[in-house]
């Protein structure tokens, strides 16, 4: 299936921070915490002769490689960058629904700097080699300007002038939450049990089960933390929906999966980690009696350290 064009946030996999567009150090694209404040890390991603253009939505620049002085021709390590010069890219999608980024007709790809999730790690080009920090999740946030859906950033055929004021009105992204584990990819394993929090069949459905399951490391059962701004989304791999709830955050209530993002806080435990809503923080993710069984319901339920309260997180 073609690539859908459109206009999306791209994240690293293995870090969880987005493709960014520097707003200091212009001409700059690096890894950053995701933020909604400007339009710096919004990219039109447009088809054009079997490949793709990868347009920055803030000011209109395409991503493309900064070669250095001494080659004629983009190699490992090569920056990449936003300017007016129009790059052509292939983009993969791999079996795990995440994405290559490769320049057009090479095995170069996009390829964030060991997969550190710091504020302004390099992004450059590298051989492939399918490591997580050359995979991208790419998340729709609208259609193209000027052919349909409505997407509203607001920069598409702005006059030089009004660009360059939006350009000097931008304000440094607010801060964002930051956990006892970084962003990334995860398995979460119950502490007690050794089972895994498990997406009935990788459901895109509202309110598909989450449950305790043996662990087999399936899409399913793999989870992106998102930095959000006072918690994580748990986004499932395999469904693109959030580790959530269908009735009101309390005692008891059954986890499962959502369209509708709720923010949870991670804290260091003996065992491993608690996960608590951050809306409430004396809530947490239980696993109903530590039950080792396939299809055990994880709810919520008032924190007392037991180790079915407790989770493993696992790099996926």
């Known amino acids: 299936m073609p690539f859908p064009q459109g206009v999306y946030r791209i994240r690293n996999r293995k870090s969880g921070t987005y493709f960014d567009a520097s707003i200091q150090n212009k001409g700059e694209v690096h890894g950053w915490a995701g933020h909604q404040q400007n339009e710096n890390q919004k990219w039109i991603v447009e088809e054009r002769d079997r490949s793709f253009t990868i347009k920055n939505a803030d000011g209109g620049q395409f991503a493309e490689v900064g070669q250095f002085a001494s080659v004629d021709r983009p190699q490992d390590g090569c920056r990449v960058r936003i300017s007016n010069n129009l790059t052509k890219w292939d983009i993969r999608q791999k079996d795990d ?28 080009i590298w051989g492939w080699h399918g490591a997580q920090q050359q995979q991208w999740h790419f998340e729709k946030v609208g259609d193209l300007p000027g052919g349909g859906g409505g997407y509203g ?3 598409a055929d702005q006059p030089p002038q009004q660009q360059q004021y939006q350009q000097q009105q931008q304000q440094p992204p607010a801060q964002v939450y930051s956990g006892a584990v970084a962003p990334g990819t995860y398995v979460l394993e119950n502490a007690f049990s050794g089972t895994a929090a498990d997406l009935a069949a990788g459901g895109t459905g509202e309110g598909t089960p989450i449950t305790g399951w043996q662990c087999n490391r399936g899409g ?14 748990f986004k499932n791999s395999a469904s693109g929906t959030y580790l959530g709830f269908d009735a009101e955050g309390v005692e008891g209530t059954k986890i499962c999966g959502s369209t509708r993002p709720v923010e949870w806080q991670v804290n260091q435990a003996e065992q491993g980690y608690t996960v608590h809503l951050a809306s409430n923080n004396s809530i947490v993710l239980d696993l109903a009696g530590g039950g080792q069984a396939d299809g055990v319901p994880i709810c919520l339920y008032s924190n007392h350290s037991g180790a079915n309260q407790q989770w493993k997180f696992t790099s996926a």
């Open 153 to 155: 950033g607001g920069y």
């Open 97 to 124: 629904g995440t994405h290559a980024i490769l320049l057009h007709d090479t095995e170069l790809a996009v390829d964030l700097d060991m997969g550190r999730n710091e504020n302004g790690t390099p992004i450059s």
């Open 220 to 233: 399913n059962q793999t989870w992106d933390l998102i930095p959000a701004q006072n918690g994580y989304y």
